[in-house]
């Protein structure tokens, strides 16, 4: 039998109502935290500008991607229908939240480059700033953690077969899990650390934030960058 008759008669998705874009979104998400990362290296070595104007346009372009798709997936329930109503809360609420908080950022970047540019201390207002909002971090720092353990709990994330590369492993449902949960555990796990790098001399859990944002980030600028082939082959193989 043809490898073409053997998709033919599997797996059938209406695509005209099963909107997916989880693609950029993965994208801009592994961006920012990069971003982030850079720009805390950044304020920790003086020797070099900080820069604020053209941070603040690295935040605003991925924040504002994030916010406004994760705002309609955060709205519209389901976003698929009859597909996977779960993902509204593991895509589109953390990419709402971090999208919002990357777009005020980079007005308050924007707002305030002079003067941090000039600043001898640049650490001390940007951490002041930054208090009250990292409430709201740590909650979702713990949220990270709620969705790493449902991800395991309920084998979620894998791939049909009809995808390619990722469908590869549709019979070990546990692999992909695993993965993706281990990364919302460390965005999480800096999320939860970073009220606590706001003070000063803490630089031993600023390092760690460092290092699981900068892993979390890059895995998830590439696996949505590698998405955008296996979502396209995707959507072929079950047109």
């Not at 990069?34 to 070595?45: K, T």
């Not at 953690?145 to 709990?153: K, L, P, S």
Request: glycine residues 12%; aromatic residues 12%.
């Amino acid at each position: 039998m043809a490898t073409g008759e053997i998709v033919a008669q599997g797996l059938k998705i209406d695509w005209a109502h099963m909107p997916t874009y989880n693609t950029v979104m993965a994208v801009a998400a592994g961006a920012g935290l990069l971003m982030v990362v850079g720009f805390m290296r950044r304020l920790g070595d003086p020797e070099r500008p900080l820069g604020a104007e053209g941070w603040a346009m690295g935040f605003g372009t991925v924040g504002t991607i994030l916010a406004l798709t994760g705002l309609h997936m955060t709205l519209t329930w389901p976003l698929a229908a009859g597909g996977f109503p779960f993902d509204n809360v593991i895509f589109g609420e953390p990419s709402l939240a971090f999208g919002v908080l990357l777009v005020f950022a980079a007005f308050y970047l924007w707002r305030r480059a002079e003067v941090l540019d000039a600043a001898g201390d640049r650490f001390a207002p940007l951490a002041s700033a930054a208090h009250p909002v990292s409430v709201f971090v740590l909650g979702m720092g713990l949220a990270c953690f709620g969705i790493a353990a449902a991800g395991v709990g309920y084998e979620l994330f894998a791939a049909p077969p009809e995808e390619p590369i990722s469908g590869e492993f549709a019979d070990y449902p546990m692999v992909e899990a695993v993965f993706i949960s281990g990364l919302y555990a460390l965005v999480g796990i800096g999320a939860v650390l970073f009220p606590f790098a706001l003070k000063p001399g803490r630089r031993a859990v600023t390092g760690v934030i460092l290092v699981v944002w900068f892993l979390a980030g890059l895995a998830f600028l590439l696996f949505g960058a590698l998405n955008y082939f296996t979502h396209i082959g995707l959507i072929v193989n079950t047109m």
